[in-house]
T-cell receptor, first 114, second 114 residues
Framework: AQSVTQLDSQVPVFEEAPVELRCNYSSSVSVYLFWYVQYPNQGLQLLLKYLSGSTLVKGINGFEAEFNKSQTSFHLRKPSVHISDTAEYFCAVIRNSGNTPLVFGKGTRLSVIA | ETGVTQSPTHLIKTRGQQVTLRCSSQSGHNTVSWYQQALGQGPQFIFQYYREEENGRGNFPPRFSGLQFPNYSSELNVNALELDDSALYLC?????????????FGPGTRLLVL
């Protein structure tokens, strides 16, 4: 079975400052990794995903994430945040074979302060 | 916009009642997954349908059931509602056109059980 740990439940950051949201996972098999964003009272929007290849993945809205297999991490970063980035961010994993479900972390609330 | 739609957007029921939630998949997707997201938590997998057959189930009781139709739209039915069923219900579609591993979410249905 897979599990995901998002190490910070809340991250406050000033506008235009950099941010890192941390995600660690556990799995006995190879997985794909995802970050989703959820704005208030909305569903989940895919930010980026790692399937294979380059371990640095770029997504929408200026976000990027780096897959580190040895540390089983997939941390999300943005060099300069905006007020509009205030949202809940979810890291998720899925087995890389078969129709299997996403396993989510508990989420990190990013609050950008003006 | 993912092309995944859900109805209704909000619903209020009382304990013991039954509810049906609906989801239309993104064009070209043949797999639908349903998730329950309780307040302040990450989404939890309920079940998945692939070509009209249940293809996996999470840790939810049998009173949670589903259907997938030939056009790949889907329903989630919950019988004998309990207070703890209050949550945001999310459906996600995936398929060979977008990669089976990548799930695209609808906006969700928020269910309140009184």
């Amino acid at each position: 079975a897979q599990s995901v740990t998002q190490l910070d439940s809340q991250v406050p950051v000033f506008e235009e400052a950099p941010v890192e949201l941390r995600c660690n996972y556990s799995s006995s098999v190879s997985v794909y990794l995802f970050w989703y964003v959820q704005y208030p009272n909305q569903g989940l929007q895919l930010l980026l995903k790692y399937l294979s290849g380059s371990t640095l993945v770029k997504g929408i809205n200026g976000f990027e994430a780096e897959f580190n297999k040895s540390q089983t991490s997939f941390h999300l970063r943005k060099p300069s945040v905006h007020i509009s980035d205030t949202a809940e961010y979810f890291c998720a994993v899925i087995r890389n074979s078969g129709n299997t479900p996403l396993v989510f972390g508990k989420g990190t609330r990013l609050s950008v302060i003006a | 916009e993912t092309g995944v739609t859900q109805s209704p957007t909000h619903l209020i029921k009382t304990r013991g009642q039954q509810v049906t939630l609906r989801c239309s998949s993104q064009s070209g997707h043949n797999t639908v997954s349903w998730y329950q997201q309780a307040l302040g938590q990450g989404p939890q997998f309920i079940f998945q349908y692939y070509r009209e057959e249940e293809n996996g189930r999470g840790n939810f009781p049998p009173r949670f059931s589903g259907l997938q139709f030939p056009n790949y739209s889907s329903e989630l039915n919950v019988n004998a509602l309990e207070l703890d069923d209050s949550a945001l219900y999310l459906c996600a579609s995936s398929g060979t056109s977008g990669g089976q591993e990548t799930q695209y979410f609808g906006p969700g249905t928020r269910l309140l059980v009184l």
